[in-house]
């Protein structure tokens, strides 16, 4: 589990900063650790670093981040690489909070993955993140000297969900809120996509399913994880066979306990979603994401969504990159993902023109709604230029069907007829979801969401249709909507699609591309993909099966997009029913729990697209 551990520590990197002595912080800052209780007794661990000017007639605002991922270095002698969102904000300055969440690491009382959010408390043992955000935060304003009385929140990817929350502790000084890469919903984010569940986070589950005994600076759940003894993620889980037999595994951890025994989206999930929390919001918020996030692409866009429908005079943006998890959070020069490059500095521009100016001026000037920043900033991916639109998604935009026509085309006009395309799906050969077996290891891979996909479309159980030659740009910009009309042998099936970049066949390689062995000449970049499960396909809640042989349509989101395909290009759509490891494969046989199928409910079904589906994009001018 070697690679894993190297992964938990980018992570910690990533939230929290290198856990290494600094020059800088610490000639800038002053360290000082404190317990703040919270109103239920519980004791959260928390380091703050004061600018060493700081004085009755130069007062700072405050930046927090709240996290589960550890705020090492612990003590109040060492110092981390950094403090803050970037470099930027660590030299402009800043009051910077770092907290523990309850449960982890040094901060006392019980671990819960996405706390419930309780609307109504009643008494102080009501408590959930938003509550333990008031509370900090009440505490710091009245406690930590020379602050100027207005809060930030900050955090990405679980961190990202804790700012996400906050918003909801309505705590008046909490003046600006970026939830980055956050969790809104586990059932449709992370773990889940549509209810799917993300086999690819299989070895995570020690870091979220073992509650620890007392407070530590330690990783506690290291002794849990297993050694698979091979590096071959897909060989493992195959060979793994039914969800059923990982109880060897994980039997004793509640969070795969927990997601084992609630396979639908039941009381349990939606107390977690945070979507229908949001009524008034205080803050100023800015979400921020990345089009090719592995892990949390929906929650930035959802949060962001539902609070331009429930509160339309909050002050909301949001921001989405070019970026994998996390990724604008530290500049690589060259901006990569994969193969794909989009540009030099690409984080530095996000820091400086969007993040630093984001706080500056609701924490540090007037804070009215004239920030200067757009409601949304959006990357074209097409392009590689940004793009500011006063309402996302574009009003302006257009819808266009792109029909599935059983001759492998993808037109704007449909087929007669009502004829389909057929192919076999054996769950026991499932369609790879990489051909970078170096990836099937640890947390969800990052690379995935824009490789080329050739692999894929040159199997038989993988449906191919794609345009004619573009004779000019055409820009998908907002939502994208699968209107399938399917049919199985068998009686559940998942349906995944995919929007792919047919580049043409003199492309040239870019410079920095970092497999010298991948060409660029008819690269099929993947743009955007989803998985819907059949059983879904009416209710979430409530999974019905399919009827073999029957018609059926099975309609699904995939998340926004903004890109350009080029002229010369081709816009390419691919459909199929496994993606493997990175989906927990369907038995084909409608069962009651997926995680409970046995060997033998898994069976080969043959499929059929009718060529009546069709894929609803909105196009830009």
Not at 35 to 62: E, H, Q, W
Not at 107 to 115: A, D, I, P, R, V
Not at 290 to 311: R, V
Request: contains cysteine; proline residues 6%; charged residues 20%.
């Amino acid at each position: 589990m070697k690679k894993l551990s190297a992964l938990l520590l980018l992570i910690a990197v990533a939230c929290n900063a290198v856990l290494a002595q600094s020059s800088y912080v610490k000639e800038h800052y002053t360290k000082k650790d404190v317990y703040i209780t919270m109103r239920d007794g519980v004791k959260l661990f928390t380091s703050i670093y004061t600018p060493n000017d700081a004085a009755k007639d130069k007062k700072y605002p405050i930046i927090m981040q709240r996290t589960c991922y550890s705020i090492a270095p612990y003590g109040e002698t060492k110092y981390p690489n950094q403090v803050g969102p970037s470099k930027y904000m660590m030299q402009e300055g800043y009051i910077y909070v770092y907290q523990d969440v309850r449960g982890r690491y040094k901060s006392e009382g019980t671990w819960t993955n996405m706390t419930p959010v309780i609307d109504n408390k009643k008494t102080k043992k009501d408590v959930d993140e938003g509550s333990d955000t008031y509370d900090t935060i009440d505490w710091l304003i009245k406690n930590v000297a020379n602050n100027n009385g207005k809060v930030g929140q900050w955090g990405i990817s679980y961190p990202g969900f804790y700012t996400a929350a906050g918003i909801l502790s309505n705590h008046p000084a909490l003046k600006a809120s970026s939830p980055q890469a956050p969790i809104s919903d586990f059932f449709f984010d992370d773990f889940h996509h549509n209810g799917a569940f993300i086999e690819g986070y299989f070895f995570t589950f020690p870091v979220f399913g073992v509650q620890k005994t007392d407070t530590t600076s330690k990783a506690w759940y290291q002794n849990t994880m297993f050694n698979p003894g091979t590096r071959d993620g897909y060989q493992f889980l195959l060979d793994l066979g039914p969800l059923s037999n990982a109880d060897k595994y994980y039997k004793d951890n509640f969070f795969w306990q927990e997601t084992v025994n609630h396979p639908n989206y039941d009381e349990f999930w939606q107390k977690r979603g945070l979507l229908k929390h949001y009524n008034k919001v205080k803050p100023a918020v800015m979400l921020v994401g990345g089009w090719f996030d592995a892990e949390d692409l929906t929650g930035p866009l959802a949060i962001f969504k539902t609070i331009e429908k429930k509160d339309p005079s909050a002050y909301n943006t949001i921001v989405m990159g070019p970026f994998g998890h996390g990724r604008w959070s530290r500049e690589t020069g060259h901006t990569m993902h994969s193969n794909i490059y989009f540009g030099d500095s690409i984080a530095t521009f996000y820091q400086k023109e969007m993040e630093q100016k984001f706080f500056h001026h609701f924490l540090k000037e007037n804070g009215d709604k004239n920030s200067g920043l757009p409601k949304a900033y959006m990357f074209n991916t097409g392009k590689n230029e940004w793009r500011k639109f006063d309402k996302w998604p574009s009003p302006t935009a257009s819808h266009v069907k792109f029909y599935l026509n059983n001759d492998g085309k993808l037109t704007e006009t449909a087929q007669n007829g009502g004829a389909g395309t057929s192919f076999v799906s054996d769950p026991l050969k499932p369609v790879p979801y990489t051909e970078d077996n170096t990836t099937t290891m640890g947390f969800t891979p990052h690379n995935y969401m824009s490789e080329d996909q050739r692999f894929a479309g040159r199997r038989t159980d993988v449906l191919v249709f794609q345009t004619d030659v573009l004779t000019d740009d055409v820009t998908l910009g907002g939502e994208i909507m699968a209107n399938l009309k399917v049919a199985t042998t068998g009686t559940d099936a998942d349906w995944i699609v995919k929007l792919i970049d047919v580049y043409p066949p003199d492309e040239p390689n870019n410079p920095y591309m970092p497999n010298k062995n991948i060409i660029l000449s008819n690269y099929w970049q993947m743009v955007r993909s989803q998985i819907m499960p059949a059983r879904f396909r009416n209710s979430f809640e409530k999974p019905e099966s399919m009827v073999p042989n029957q018609k059926t349509p099975v309609n699904f989101h995939l998340n926004d997009v903004l890109h350009t395909f080029k002229k010369g290009h081709r816009i390419m759509i691919q459909v199929q029913s496994t993606s493997f490891p990175l989906y927990a494969r369907n038995p084909q046989k409608f069962v009651e729990n997926p995680y409970k199928a046995a060997a033998s409910d898994y069976q080969k079904a043959t499929h059929t697209v009718f060529n009546d589906s069709f894929i609803d994009v909105e196009v830009l001018k």
